[in-house]
Nanobody, 111 residues
Framework: QVQLVESGGGLVQAGGSLRLSCAASGRMLSIYAMGWYRQAPGKQREMVATITSGGSTNYADSVKGRFTISRDNAKNTVYLQMNNLKPEDTAVYYC?????WGQGTQVTVSP
């Protein structure tokens, strides 16, 4: 079983930055893809970014050029650097790996 704990969310003004972290325990995840999803109020959960074990990345069109996903396999951690945040980025952000989800961290972007 994998446990995932997200951190780094908060309240930020539009144009600001946040860095989310997702620490995994229970299994070394270096051979697995990991990802970030988000869910805004009244909307379906959507993929934000994913990263393979080899470091290949994929982003939602809405965050390309603003968000960067990375991983530190030694620390069993995946990150999401979010720059130039917009109010529409407001959501609960979830980390996912090996079919397991974290509890989520709230990101709120004020105009």
């Amino acid at each position: 079983q994998v446990q995932l704990v997200e951190s780094g969310g908060g309240l930020v003004q539009a144009g600001g930055s946040l860095r989310l972290s997702c620490a995994a325990s229970g299994r070394m995840l270096s051979i697995y893809a990991m990802g970030w999803y988000r869910q805004a109020p009244g909307k379906q959960r959507e993929m934000v970014a994913t990263i393979t074990s080899g470091g290949s990345t994929n982003y939602a069109d809405s965050v390309k050029g603003r968000f960067t996903i990375s991983r530190d396999n030694a620390k069993n951690t995946v990150y999401l650097q979010m720059n130039n945040l917009k109010p529409e980025d407001t959501a609960v952000y979830y980390c996912v790996a090996v079919g397991n989800w974290g509890q989520g961290t709230q990101v709120t972007v004020s105009p």
